[in-house]
C-alpha cells in the first residue's frame, strides 16, 4: 500500500506515468527524503499490510489537523507559501504500491517544493496549489529500494478500494464520508431496530384486514377469534428454540431465518386465505414461528456488540421500533386497503423483509469476531468488557433455573405483560364502551400509547446508560428502571376511576404506557447482565412467559367483565404490577450470575 496522490487543475485524473520523471531545471532528491523515510517506517510498515488487514479507522492516529499555528506538522524547504495558496491532502490506499514520501514541485515558478514531514506519525502527499493559477503538479515517489528516480504510481483511475482525506482551509480534517465512520455496532443496532419495525408491521396488519376479509369470507366473530389466536401457536413454539438456536449457531443466522421466514408467510397469506381457512391458520401460525425467534436472536446479537455502557440505549431503541411498527402498520394498512384492496398490504409489508434481508447479509456479523472491516480502536472498546464471547455448545438448563434472578425475570416478565396487553388489545373496546369515543376516534387514540412508549423507551435508556456512566451499580440502575417500569402505571390505571373528563382518561393510559417503556431499561436488558451468553435462552423463557401473560390476560379481562367492571381489570393489573416491583427489588440482580 502507499499513500499518494497527485491533484492537478487541468487534469485531476492523471498520473505521472511509471519511469517518467518530472522536466525540471532543480534538484528533485532532498536530504530530508531519507530522513523522512526513517521517521516514517513505521507507519509505512502499518499500511503495507495485506488488503484487508488495515481498516480505515488504523491510519486514523497518524493524522492531524493541518493549521498554521502547528508549524511542526510540515516544514517547506523552498519558499514559504504565498498567500492564498492551500494546502491539500490526499490519502490513497493500494495494494502493490510501496512509497514513503513525495516531492511536488510547480512548473511555473521553476521551484521544487518538498514537503516534508518532521513528525514520526505523519506520512503523506502534500500539494501546494495557487488558487489564480492554473499549473500541472509532477510527483517522484520513494520506492522501498531508495531509489527515487525510479516511481511507482499508478493511475488516479485504477485505485481500488482508496480512501481520501481532503484538508480545506486548515479548519479540520475530513477523513471519511460520515456513514463509514458510523460506529459499525450501532449500524447492527439500526438493522434489528428495522427488524422489529417490519415485525409488527407484519403483525398488526391482519387486525386491519381481518374486517374485509370477514366481510367476503363470511367470517363469524369465534372464526376471526380463532384467526386472530392462530399466531400465538408458532409464536409460542420458538420462543426458547430461537434462544437455543441463537446462542449455538449466532444471531444473525437466527434472525436472518425469522423476517425472511414471517416475510414469506405474510406474503403467501391472502393465497392461504383463498385456498381454505386451514390453510390460512397453518400460515399464521408459520408467521409467528418466524417472529417467535427474533427477540431472542436480537439479544444474543446485541450482547455481544453491545458494551454495558451502551446496553439499555440500544436495547430501548430497538424495542421502539416494535412500537413504532405497530403506528406505521396501523397508519398504512387502511389506506392500501382502500386503494388497493387487503392483499395488497401483505404484499406490501412482506416484501419489505427482502429489502432488510439483503443488507442484513452484507452488514451484519454475529460478533464483532467475525467482523474483517471492523475497526480495531471499535473492536477494542466492544471486546473490552468481562462479557465472553465463545459459542454454547450445551445449555446447561439445571444451572440456569436453579437461579433467583432468573425466576425475578420470568415472573416480572409475566406481571409485566399482564398490563401491557389486556390494555393494548381491550383499549378501543374500553374507549368505545367507557369513554363512548366512535370507532375512528378510538382507533386514532390507539396509536398514541404506542407512540409514547417509543419515546419513552428511549428516555429511559439514556438515563440508564448516564447512571451506569455515572458510577452506579448496573443492579441498582436495573431495580430503579424497573421500578418505575412497574409502580408508574399502577398509580395511572388506579387514577382512572377518579377522572371525570375522557380527556384525562386517555392522559392516563398515556402516561401509564410512557412508564411502563421504562422496562426496556430494566427486566428487558437484564437478560445480558445476568448471562451474555445464555442472554437468548434466557429471553426465551421470560417472553414465554409474557406471552401467556398475554394469551390468559386477555381471556381473563373478558370473563373479568362479563361479570364485574372495568375497575376490577385495571386492579388485577394493579396488583400483578405490585407483586412484580417486589419480586423484582428482592431477587434481581445486574451482576453475572451465568458463565
Known amino acids: 500500500m502507499a499513500i499518494g496522490g497527485l491533484i492537478s487543475n487541468r487534469n485531476l485524473g492523471s498520473f505521472i506515468d511509471s519511469g517518467k520523471v518530472c522536466q525540471t531545471n532543480h534538484a528533485v532528491v532532498h536530504r530530508k527524503g531519507e530522513r523522512l523515510y526513517n521517521q516514517g517506517k513505521a507507519f509505512y510498515q502499518t499500511l503495507c499490510t495485506p488488503r484487508g488487514s488495515v481498516s480505515k479507522y488504523s491510519y486514523r492516529p497518524y493524522l492531524r489537523a493541518i493549521s498554521s499555528s502547528d508549524a511542526n506538522i510540515l516544514k517547506p524547504t523552498g519558499r514559504v507559501h504565498d498567500e492564498g495558496d492551500h494546502l491539500y491532502l490526499i490519502m490513497s490506499l493500494q495494494s502493490g504500491i510501496r512509497s514513503q514520501s513525495i516531492i511536488t514541485k510547480q512548473r511555473s515558478t521553476g521551484r521544487c517544493k518538498n514537503y516534508l514531514s518532521s513528525n514520526h506519525s505523519f506520512s503523506s502527499c502534500i ?6 493559477k ?11 529500494d531508495n531509489d527515487i528516480t525510479k516511481p511507482e504510481v499508478d493511475s488516479l483511475s485504477s485505485i481500488e478500494g482508496s480512501s481520501e482525506a481532503v484538508l480545506a482551509d486548515g479548519n479540520g480534517l475530513k477523513v471519511s464520508s460520515w456513514w463509514e465512520q458510523f460506529p459499525k455496532r450501532w449500524v447492527i443496532v439500526l438493522l434489528c431496530f428495522t427488524a422489529f419495525l417490519l415485525c409488527n408491521m407484519d403483525r398488526v396488519n391482519m387486525s386491519i384486514a381481518i374486517l374485509p376479509m370477514s366481510q367476503e369470507f363470511n367470517w363469524d366473530s ?11 401457536w408458532g409464536y409460542l413454539l420458538t420462543q426458547i428454540l430461537g434462544g437455543i438456536w441463537a446462542d449455538k449457531i449466532g444471531g444473525k443466522r437466527v434472525l436472518g431465518f425469522g423476517v425472511i421466514w414471517w416475510s414469506v408467510a405474510t406474503i403467501l397469506t391472502p393465497i392461504a386465505a383463498k ?10 401460525a408459520f408467521m409467528g414461528i418466524g417472529e417467535g425467534v427474533a427477540m431472542p436472536a436480537m439479544n444474543n446479537i446485541l450482547s455481544k456488540w453491545i458494551p454495558v455502557s451502551e446496553r439499555s440505549r440500544a436495547l430501548s431503541l430497538v424495542y421502539s421500533g416494535m412500537y413504532l411498527g405497530s403506528v406505521t402498520g396501523l397508519a398504512f394498512s387502511p389506506i392500501l386497503i382502500q386503494k388497493f384492496k387487503w392483499p395488497s398490504v401483505f404484499y406490501s409489508f412482506g416484501s419489505l423483509g427482502s429489502i432488510w434481508f439483503a443488507l442484513w447479509l452484507k452488514k451484519a456479523y454475529s460478533s464483532p469476531k467475525e467482523d474483517p472491516e471492523l475497526s480495531t480502536e471499535e473492536k477494542e472498546f466492544i471486546m473490552g468488557g468481562n462479557i465472553s464471547k465463545e459459542p454454547v455448545t450445551v445449555i446447561p438448563w439445571k444451572l440456569i433455573l436453579s437461579k433467583p434472578p432468573v425466576w425475578a425475570l420470568i415472573i416480572c416478565h409475566f406481571c409485566h405483560n399482564w398490563g401491557t396487553f389486556i390494555l393494548l388489545t381491550w383499549m378501543p373496546t374500553y374507549y368505545n364502551q367507557v369513554l363512548k369515543f366512535n370507532l375512528t376516534e378510538s382507533g386514532l387514540l390507539c396509536v398514541l400509547p404506542w407512540l409514547t412508549m417509543a419515546v419513552f423507551a428511549n428516555i429511559g435508556g439514556w438515563i440508564a446508560d448516564t447512571l451506569v456512566s455515572r458510577g452506579l451499580s448496573v443492579t441498582t440502575v436495573r431495580k ?6 412497574f409502580l408508574g402505571p399502577a ?4 387514577q382512572l376511576s377518579r377522572v371525570k373528563t375522557p380527556a384525562m382518561a386517555v392522559l392516563c393510559m398515556a402516561c401509564s404506557q410512557g412508564s411502563d417503556a421504562f422496562s426496556q431499561s430494566g427486566l428487558y436488558s437484564n437478560h445480558q447482565d445476568i448471562g ?9 423463557l421470560s417472553n414465554t412467559a409474557g406471552v401467556l401473560a398475554g394469551v390468559f390476560g386477555t381471556a381473563a379481562t373478558g370473563y373479568i367483565l362479563q361479570r364485574g367492571s372495568w375497575d376490577d381489570v385495571f386492579k388485577v393489573a394493579v396488583a400483578l404490577y405490585l407483586v412484580g416491583t417486589l419480586i423484582w427489588n428482592l431477587f434481581s440482580t445486574g451482576e453475572k450470575i451465568l458463565d
Open 532 to 540: 451474555p451468553r445464555y442472554s437468548g435462552v434466557l429471553l426465551g
Open 275 to 284: 385456498i381454505s381457512l386451514p390453510f390460512l391458520l397453518i400460515m399464521r
Open 134 to 144: 492554473v499549473n500541472r503538479t509532477c510527483a517522484y515517489y520513494k520506492s522501498e
Open 127 to 132: 500539494l501546494s496549489r495557487k488558487l489564480d
Open 222 to 232: 369465534a372464526t376471526v377469534g380463532l384467526i386472530q389466536s392462530s399466531f400465538f
Open 491 to 494: 398509580f395511572f390505571l388506579s
Open 480 to 485: 430503579i428502571m424497573q421500578s418505575i417500569g
